[in-house]
């Protein structure tokens, strides 16, 4: 029955003329700091891209294509995919994409090689590990950029959650959905990422709406983090840190579901009168934490740090 009810399931598509989407990385940032939310969604303003970015997105594809091949082909044809040459050809793309965007550089030539090569490593370690974490046996792939497109308030049905799961495999002996959200990180998830409730919310919100999108069962969900570390330590303390792979699996039961739903209704409606964007001063939240990374950081025009 969870097989039958995910493959006949037809997720519409986008109608941005009757829609505003929200997404969970607006839902995120907004949590952060409201005011920042206003310049990036309201305002336009844009944040520019960065090799993080370019980088973590050809992680994502590149192995998102040797599972692909591995799961609808066979093992034989991804261990043949070039998948350095792949990777390589991705990034680059990216970076020129990104460098006309901006009509300038955002990266050394030495940062560049180093992206280059931080990610050859880790798909030699993804492959040389890979069946600890990914089998053929009793498990299928069932999506890659899976879409969820719901309404998350009943109050606001025109207020569309969109998001993409990057992998959605079925455990066939098990009977069980596993969502797996890939993330590039400089050295892995600190004990403070893992703890860090709206970090982990992402996958909160993937399960309960996953859930209802496609009908099923929400204790037939698993969630995880499949983490891909760029550096390692030279004389690790512990084996494990050896590993350029982590696997995390959050929170995810009924309690920590309703809280983060809840959370999410009030964001849309704190931003949303019906299907336009409420037009008022909203909340900044200076700190040293949340305006660290902030793009608007150096932009005193528009934000001045002050709540």
């Given at each position: 029955?969870?097989?039958?009810?995910?493959?006949?399931?037809?997720?519409?598509?986008?109608?941005?003329?009757?829609?505003?989407?929200?997404?969970?990385?607006?839902?995120?940032?907004?949590?952060?700091?409201?005011?920042?939310?206003?310049?990036?969604?309201?305002?336009?303003?844009?944040?520019?891209?960065?090799?993080?970015?370019?980088?973590?997105?050809?992680?994502?594809?590149?192995l998102q294509e040797y599972l692909k091949l591995m799961y609808h082909v066979s093992i034989k044809s991804a261990d043949e995919f070039n998948i350095h040459l792949d990777f390589q050809e991705r990034l680059l793309k990216l970076y020129q994409e990104y460098k006309d965007q901006l009509n300038a550089n955002f990266?050394?030539?030495?940062?560049?090689?180093?992206?280059?090569?931080?990610?050859?490593?880790?798909?030699?370690?993804?492959?040389?590990?890979?069946?600890?974490?990914?089998?053929?046996?009793?498990?299928?792939?069932?999506?890659?950029?899976?879409?969820?497109?719901?309404?998350?308030?009943?109050?606001?049905?025109?207020?569309?959650?969109?998001?993409?799961?990057?992998?959605?495999?079925?455990?066939?002996?098990?009977?069980?959905?596993?969502?797996?959200?890939?993330?590039?990180?400089?050295?892995?998830?600190?004990?403070?990422?893992?703890?860090?409730?709206?970090?982990?919310?992402?996958?909160?919100?993937?399960?309960?709406?996953?859930?209802?999108?496609?009908?099923?069962?929400?204790?037939?969900?698993?969630?995880?983090?499949?983490?891909?570390?760029?550096?390692?330590?030279?004389?690790?303390?512990?084996?494990?840190?050896?590993?350029?792979?982590?696997?995390?699996?959050?929170?995810?039961?009924?309690?920590?579901?309703?809280?983060?739903?809840?959370?999410?209704?009030?964001?849309?409606?704190?931003?949303?009168?019906?299907?336009?964007?409420?037009?008022?001063?909203?909340?900044?939240?200076?700190?040293?934490?949340?305006?660290?990374?902030?793009?608007?950081?150096?932009?005193?025009?528009?934000?001045?740090?002050?709540?």
């Open positions: 029955m969870i097989l039958e009810n995910i493959e006949n399931t037809i997720v519409p598509e986008m109608d941005y003329n009757a829609h505003k989407m929200v997404s969970y990385t607006q839902f995120s940032m907004w949590s952060e700091c409201p005011h920042r939310w206003k310049l990036a969604y309201i305002d336009k303003h844009k944040s520019p891209p960065s090799i993080n970015l370019a980088f973590g997105t050809a992680v994502h594809e590149t990266a050394t030539k030495d940062e560049l090689v180093e992206f280059i090569n931080d990610g050859l490593e880790i798909i030699d370690y993804f492959i040389k590990y890979r069946q600890l974490h990914f089998s053929k046996h009793e498990i299928k792939l069932l999506g890659i950029e899976s879409p969820i497109l719901i309404s998350p308030h009943e109050k606001y049905p025109d207020v569309k959650l969109y998001g993409k799961l990057d992998l959605v495999f079925y455990n066939v002996a098990e009977q069980k959905v596993i969502i797996w959200d890939i993330k590039t990180s400089t050295r892995g998830w600190s004990k403070y990422d893992k703890e860090n409730k709206l970090k982990t919310s992402q996958m909160v919100l993937y399960k309960r709406y996953y859930s209802e999108q496609y009908q099923v069962p929400i204790d037939s969900i698993e969630c995880k983090y499949f983490i891909l570390k760029r550096k390692i330590p030279d004389d690790p303390l512990y084996p494990a840190m050896k590993s350029r792979i982590q696997i995390f699996e959050p929170t995810t039961g009924k309690t920590t579901i309703n809280k983060v739903v809840k959370q999410l209704q009030e964001f849309i409606e704190d931003c949303f009168e019906g299907n336009i964007y409420k037009m008022k001063e909203y909340k900044k939240n200076p700190s040293d934490k949340t305006c660290k990374y902030c793009p608007f950081n150096d932009k005193p025009e528009l934000c001045d740090k002050k709540s």
